[in-house]
């Protein structure tokens, strides 16, 4: 497929796990987003990658939250000791870049429900 | 404050009405505006950028004021098809390469 692909499309844990999300962004796309969405929320960015560094961090809610990307494309985001209030919708984007964060390919999230 | 406001509805309107939906922001350095709908437990789709000008794109029609810091986006002659959640976008400028979302009016279209 040409789309944005995330894994797994749904993980239940229990509270204190740690859980691992990967995204697989369009082939040739220099920038990788994460955004997480909670019920009833609207969605609230995470983490913005251009190739394999991240200038900006600063949706991180926690030091819980880390995310790296190797090779200019796969990109994983940890959360450890995983919580109630992590249970959302995680939603990883791509981009060409230069698009001042504008996407138009999302991929389909990981729902996480943190019991 | 929210950063990005917009009335959360719901909208109920009958197949074929015009509606229009309204969205404030607060950082003046906000410089791209955008609307994307999400359907029901699906991704966020990019409908339209907004420019200063207004733009239109068939039966959406986008408007941006500046001074007012208001974004309004309308809908003619609504199809079943437009039933979705409408998401006010901005990106908070200065270099940030990050949008910041609203969030979202629900809009249902009744036949």
């Known amino acids: 497929g040409a789309g944005v692909s995330q894994s797994p499309s749904n993980k239940v844990t229990e509270k204190g796990k740690d859980v691992e999300l990967r995204c697989d962004p369009i082939s040739g796309h220099t920038a990788l987003y994460w955004y997480r969405q909670s019920l009833g929320q609207g969605l609230e960015f995470l983490i913005y990658f251009q190739g394999n560094s991240a200038p900006d961090k600063s949706g991180l809610p926690s030091d819980r939250f880390s995310a790296e990307r190797t090779g200019g494309s796969v990109s994983t985001l940890t959360i450890q000791r995983t919580q109630q209030e992590d249970s959302a919708v995680y939603l990883c984007a791509s981009s060409l870049g230069g698009t001042s964060g504008m996407v138009k390919f999302f991929g389909p999230g990981t729902r996480l429900t943190v019991l | 404050r929210k950063e990005v406001e917009q009335d959360p509805g719901p909208f109920n309107v009958p197949e074929g009405a015009t509606v229009a939906f309204n969205c404030t922001y607060s950082n003046s350095a906000s410089q791209s505006f955008f609307w994307y709908r999400q359907d029901c437990r699906k991704e966020p789709k990019l409908l339209m950028s907004v420019y200063s000008s207004g733009n239109e794109d068939g039966r959406f029609t986008a408007q941006l004021n500046r001074a007012s810091q208001y974004i309004s986006l309308l809908i003619r002659d609504s199809k079943l098809s437009d039933s979705a959640t409408y998401l006010c976008?901005?990106?908070?400028?200065?270099?940030?390469?990050?949008?910041?979302f609203g969030q979202g009016t629900r809009l249902t279209i009744n036949p």
């Open positions: 976008v901005v990106n908070p400028g200065q270099g940030a390469q990050k949008l910041v």
